[in-house]
């Protein structure tokens, strides 16, 4: 009934078309975050009708942990809240029995059709029979009852318990024994397989153990994780588990929370719980085949349904999960709680169960009207007018569309459109957000393979923000030109010349066009642009190497123009251009002039023809350690500079070779070498 695998994706948008866009959902992914109502996702990108669900409020109650189908058509449930006995009959719900333990946590039918309660935190089995609810047994070293199974071909009821990880088996009487004694602290699930041979798994080791007598037990898988949730043994003997890793723990209510009389901290800490589910298969042989893993959620339950397939339910979300025999995955229900605490999918009577807030589903089928998906919200970034809608289907569906400039659908959106049965332009008002609507009214069995939309958006300029150069301490942003910051000038250098400037700038660009950007460059002092780029080419990245050994000397300005005319036709095509602050050029080396000594004192001019003179050194030539001395005036500031100063500390001979060395603003530099007597 269901071909697939599990995927509800997002929106895939093409930004790198030009003038039309698409809005395409082709992908499992692509339907992700959108609304389930008896819809199936399969991983392939496949929507198809799923179970469509009924709702009856379980109001008398916090949490479900186990139900029951009934021979009169009526289902128990087993709760929090006091641990609950409840029956669900249509829509009537009545409480039957309290146990008055924190939590029922499993339901068996046993002896004669007597219905078996396991309960937590005192370790106690209850019984109804004849609308009658007593104590079957009290498990000896018992704390934790997890789940109950009765085995038909001994006449036999099995208790995995804790905190002991004991499997007691426990007759109609009530007389109890240890079947089973694990190294692990709790047996949290069993079941038994036509045969007689029982199944069981542990927590905080997740073994899943194979039992064929008394105290012969040997494991059948062992999964690395924290435990073995639920297991399903179907009519030809394989055997299905869950097991989870769980961050701090298990999916189940501790001792402390016993002090509760409500079931609030049983529901808080099952529902708090954050972890990883995996389903696996195992052939009546033995032999593990992982059939699906889910790295998102955990998982709190497991059943298999009419088709023999194994559904398990989630418990983050409140989904429910099948996977066909090629391992495909299928979502195929999506509920509004976090959890989907039981499932019941065999029989006339199908149910799916939620908590947080308690919730029973009846399944009332698959497709009709109510079979309905509504994408995510999609949106073009920017106000669009919206094209056609196209599809690939197998079969006929209905779809319509809304519009909206709010993130969250509200009144302001328009309403749904006309139904649409073929491909056609969308009838929705221009807006910044667009969702599509889907039914499977028309053919339950109609399989939507792809969506799209196409679109084209308002056309916004593009600003060019900013504009910075290697060439000097220019940064220019928001149409401003003036120079930003503070630059060091005498302090130690750390750069080297270089003829290319590397120019590179920002951009506000809302609507994502692909753009062309032109640059220009004047001297100071003129008013004449000149283009830096040759004619033909055509620059689209943010930056741009410019070379500059064969301009004049000199303090320039950039001008960068950015043009979406890649992206839109020549009526539609808007620009915007920003003026860099002062670049210098400067590939010649400073000067220095009148070199000379005067005893132990060195004397000199240092001349650039830009400016100003960066920095001034002086050593013992052959010596490599430079010291910096300042200039005759005290600062930095001039294209020239004169400079006096005593080298008594390095001229330590009678006679010294002393280096004098400049750099004037671009890192450019001279040495010129003096004897000191």
Known sequence: MWAAVLCVGATA??????????????????????????????????????????SV???????????????????????????????????????????KALVVTSLARAWGGTVVLGTLPDGKVFKWERDKLSELVALKDTEHVWQVAFDSKTNSLYAATGPEGKLFRVTADGQAQVYFDAKEQHLMSVAVAADGTVYTGSSDKAKLYKITGPGRATVLHDFGRTEVRAIAVDTAGGVYAIANEIKGGTT??????????????????????????????????????????????????LALGDDGRPYVGTGVEGRV?????RRNTVLVADTEERQIGALLLIGPQKFVFGSDPPVAHPVRGQGGPDSLWTSKVLDAGIRARFGKLDWAADGSLEFSTRSGNTGEPDDTWSAWSAPMIDPSPVGSPAARYLQIRARWNRDPKAVLNELRVAFVTDNLRAVVTEVESSGGPMKTTKGSSLTQGVEASGGPITGKADAKVELKWKVDNPDKDELRYRLEYRLIGSNTWYDLLKPSEQLTSESYSWDTSDLPEGRYRIRVSASDELSNPPDRVKRHQLE???VLVDNTPPVIEALRAAGRRVQGTALDGVGPIQRIEVALAGSDEWRPFSPADGIFDE???????????????????????????ANNYVVRNLIIK
């Open 252 to 301: 189940a209510p501790q001792r402390k929370a016993s002090t509760s009389s409500d079931g609030g901290s049983s529901k808080s800490s099952s529902s708090k719980a954050k972890g990883k589910g995996v389903l696996y298969h195992f052939s009546p042989s033995g032999e593990p085949e992982e059939l699906y893993d889910e790295k998102e959620e955990h998982f709190i339950s």
């Open 321 to 325: 999960y099948t996977v066909d025999d």
């Open 580 to 582: 860099s602050g002062i």
């Open 639 to 665: 294209q020239r500079e004169e400079f006096d100063i005593d080298v008594t500390p390095l001229a330590a001979q009678n006679q010294s070779l002393i280096a004098i060395r400049v750099y004037d603003s």
């Open 13 to 54: 948008l093409d930004a790198g078309a030009v003038g039309t866009r698409y809005f395409t959902l082709a992908s499992g992914e692509d339907y992700k975050g959108g609304d389930l109502s008896g819809v199936a996702i399969d991983s392939s990108g496949k929507l198809r009708a799923g179970f469509t669900l009924g």
């Open 57 to 99: 409020d379980l109001e008398q109650t916090s949490t479900v942990w186990a139900a029951l189908s009934m021979p009169d058509g009526s289902v128990l449930v087993g709760t929090g809240n006091e641990g609950k006995l409840l029956e669900v009959r249509g829509a009537a719900v009545k409480v039957l029995a309290e146990t």
